[in-house]
């Protein structure tokens, strides 16, 4: 059983440039849910997609937006770079009503 | 709105012995999910330990276990014989559904593990 997996491991941005993380969920799968992790805190919820639709929202701005596709791997997209969105972001998957498994991160650095 | 307060930002334990973090939490909900995950160095979060809110038997998991206090909203991690593998931060969260809803965290605990 494949788990959760994330691309890239890390990566660089300038401020105001876009960037675009990856998830796949783990076989089986059908909802994932993003969070940004800053550093030395404790994530906070971005947003979740079951079947293809987004399913619950934090309090992040529209810069924030995501997809999710049939085979239910998931993509984060994140406009407009600012420094404070440096952080790691995590990917969770798992069955609707099930508890989350997460994926290894994405660091990323914007300068 | 749900929160999570961890009030002990460090923790240290000798191998072997017993350590217990501290976890409280605020909502009106009666029906709700608490976890403890484990976030070592590699940054993977990994689930330590699940409890329903409706069951009165208190969780374990091997090593770990759990003291559910739902009238204090207290939700304490038990570990027992404590291994160097164990050294990690650790975080208490909050669901309200069967834990595939949003997840509410708290700031974490870091636990160091002497040999």
């Not at chain 1, 997609?49 to 619950?56: A, K, Q, T």
């Amino acid at each position: 059983e494949t788990g959760v997996t994330q691309s890239p491991t890390h990566l660089i941005k300038t401020r105001g440039q876009q960037v675009t993380l990856r998830c796949s969920s783990q076989s089986g799968h059908n909802t994932v849910s993003w969070y940004q992790q800053a550093l030395g805190q404790g994530p906070q919820f971005i947003f979740q997609y079951y079947r293809e639709e987004e399913n619950g929202r934090g309090n992040f701005p529209p810069r924030f937006s995501g997809l999710q596709f049939p085979n239910y791997s998931s993509e984060l997209n994140v406009n407009a770079l600012e420094l404070d969105d440096s952080a790691l972001y995590l990917c969770a998957s798992s069955l609707y009503y099930r508890e989350q498994y997460f994926g290894p991160g994405t660091r990323l650095t914007v300068t | 709105a749900q929160t999570v307060t961890q009030s002990q930002p460090e923790m240290s334990v000798q191998e072997a012995e017993t350590v217990t973090l501290s976890c409280t939490y605020d909502t009106s909900e009666s029906d709700y999910y608490l976890f403890w995950y484990k976030q070592p160095p590699s940054r993977q979060m990994i689930l330590v330990i699940r409890q329903e809110a409706y069951k009165q038997q208190n969780a374990t998991e091997n090593r770990f276990s759990v003291n559910f206090q739902k009238a204090a909203k207290s939700f304490s991690l038990k570990i027992s014989d404590s291994q160097l593998g164990d050294a990690a931060m650790y975080f208490c969260a909050y669901s309200p559904q069967g834990g595939s809803e949003k997840l509410v965290f708290g700031k974490g605990t870091k636990l160091t593990v002497n040999p």
